[in-house]
Each structure stands twice: as structure tokens, then as C-alpha cells.
DNA sequence: ACCAGATACTTGCACACGCACTATATCGGC
DNA sequence: GCCGATATAGTGCGTGTGCAAGTATCTGGT
């Protein structure tokens, strides 16, 4: 047994306690949002994303990875998302090989509708992480996590 | 705009990156392991799962929890294993309705040829997320977790 | 000007997942 | 002991996903 065994068990540990908080509080929001509003997580932060972007275009390619999706899953996520009218493909005449999306009002609304509820859920699913022994940690160095930007 | 709007708003920055590390990290290993291993991430986990609870057994259900799965899931996930000879079920005599697993040394051998690869890929990984700015606080804060048991 | 290679999105296909439902086994009140 | 309520695992079905291949566009070297 090597010395740097010891490191390898804790990243191993922390991956795990991290997988299982990400499942815990995807699971809920899950529910929740496809129960309420018809959306699943995705497909909420896409909006999410774009609503961020406020008044600003974003790519199909910086959308997968804002989503940690693959390009074609992205494809068919924005065809759904554009289908309902929530958001809409713009050509860019730049990039012609480039497309760009952008919310809609109906999309705007819907995020509007929806970020309520995925708030409370996931207030609830982390109070209920931090109930559980080993999750607990992990939570709360997410609270203490310096605000990006 | 209540007095709690900047708490909601740090937990889902939060949970924005909660997710992004997660799926960068899952992405890395599943396609490592699928490629060396023929093995997916659910799958090592459990077999890992399994390994961890040495000599003795696991409930399906429990596994399903372990996996961050869906019971009919874990059925298949069990039964792709099964088939493949990683794992035997085992009907436990008390509670008839309870079905154990148990690796095989077959399962052993194939997480022992598999770990290494894993904890590398992993080890990669949350160096490659550390070089990132909004991901390397929780990185940080991951490898800190007090050492769970 | 042209062509090879890179980049951005889309499509064909196989597959793992969750939900709703079913089958079997256990437990508790009577 | 019997019967409804609950728990555990498995099955049918629809759907979202990733990979690999395909198409269109851009870029750089000659």
C-alpha cells in the first residue's frame, strides 16, 4: 500500500457523498417540477440558463455544457423546449453554422411559474440532506461556498 | 424582494454547481469505464457498493438507495450483473419477500482491475475541476469532508 | 482559388431509466 | 387462523440520452 492511499479513499468518499446528495435533491426536483409544472430538471435549467443570459443569445454548444448534456440530447432538448414555444432558434448570420436561442415571453412566464416552487423544493431537500448524518457536511460547506461572480 | 431572496439565490448557485461538478465528474468516468471496463457508473458503484459491505449481504432496496436508483432499476442493473456473473441473488430464508446479492469472485476480480482506473479518472478529474474557477471552491471544500463512518 | 481539417449542429440507433401496475410475502387487528 | 394493509421485487411501456455517422459551414495552408 502506497502513501497516497489514504487521499485516493477520501476523494473516493467525497465523490460519493457527492453523488448521493446530487441523486437526493435531483430526484425531488424532479418530481416537483414534471408534478407542477410539467418540466423536467433539464429543461428547467436550460430556461434558468437562458434567463441569465438576460437579453443575450447563448449557443446550442454553451447550452449543453451549461446542462452537462451531450450535443445531440441538447438538439432534441431545445426542439422540445421550441415546439411548446418557450424558446426560439435564432440563425446567426456571423456563424452560419452557429444557432442561437432565446426565451420567449411564454418562456419567461413558465420560468417565472416554476422557479418558486423549485426554490421551496430544493430549500426542502437540502434541510433533509443535512438531516442525514453524511450528507450533512457536504451541505453545509455548499452554504459557506463563496458567492461566484 | 423578502429579507431570505439571498439565500435562495445562494443555494442555487450552489446547487447549479453541485450539478456541473457532478456531471463533469460522472461524464469523465463513464466514458472511462465503459471504454477500459465495459462498465458503467451505476455498475462499479454497486459492485463497489457491494464490495464495501465485505462478507456481508445487500437488499435490493438498499442497493437502489446506494445507487441513487429507482427500484425497477436496481431489478435490471441486478439482473445485467447477474447475467454476466459479477453477482448471485440470494432469497434470504427469514423474509422471503428480501432478495440479497452477493459478488462473485468473478465481480471481485473485475473491481479490483477497475479500481485503479477509476480513482485515476476520478483524481483527474477534480484536478481538471480545481483549474476551474467556479467549480474549485467546492472541489476544495470536498477534499476538506470530515472522513465519514 | 482550392482543398483538407476542424467546428457546429442534426439524425439513426440501441439502451437504461422512471412511472404505473402486478405478484408474492409479511404483519396486525379481530 | 383469517383477512385487509403494507412491503418488496419484477414487468410493460413510453421517453430521454449518448455514441457514431452525416451534413453544412468555417479556417488555414498552399
Redesign the interface.
Known amino acids: 500500500m502506497g502513501i497516497g492511499d489514504d487521499a ?1 479513499e ?18 425531488s426536483l424532479e418530481r416537483a417540477l414534471q408534478a407542477g409544472h410539467d418540466l423536467s430538471v433539464v429543461e428547467y ?1 436550460v430556461l434558468d440558463a437562458l434567463s441569465r443570459q438576460d437579453g443575450w443569445h447563448m449557443r446550442m454548444s454553451q447550452l449543453a455544457r451549461a446542462a ?1 448534456l451531450s450535443g445531440s440530447a441538447t438538439t432534441r432538448l431545445v426542439t422540445r423546449l421550441e415546439q411548446r414555444g418557450l424558446l426560439t432558434r435564432i440563425l446567426c448570420a456571423d456563424d452560419r453554422r452557429g444557432i442561437y436561442t432565446e426565451l420567449t415571453p411564454a418562456g419567461s412566464e413558465l420560468l417565472a411559474q416554476t422557479r418558486p416552487t ?2 421551496r423544493v ?2 426542502d431537500a ?1 434541510a433533509q440532506a443535512e438531516a442525514t ?2 450528507l450533512a ?2 451541505v453545509d ?8 461572480r
Chains 1, 2 share one sequence.
Open positions: 485516493i477520501i476523494r473516493a468518499q467525497g465523490w460519493r457523498t457527492l453523488a448521493a446528495l446530487h441523486g437526493l435533491i435531483e430526484t435549467t452537462a423549485h426554490d430544493l430549500t437540502l448524518p453524511e457536511p457536504l460547506a455548499l452554504h459557506r461556498l463563496p458567492a461566484a
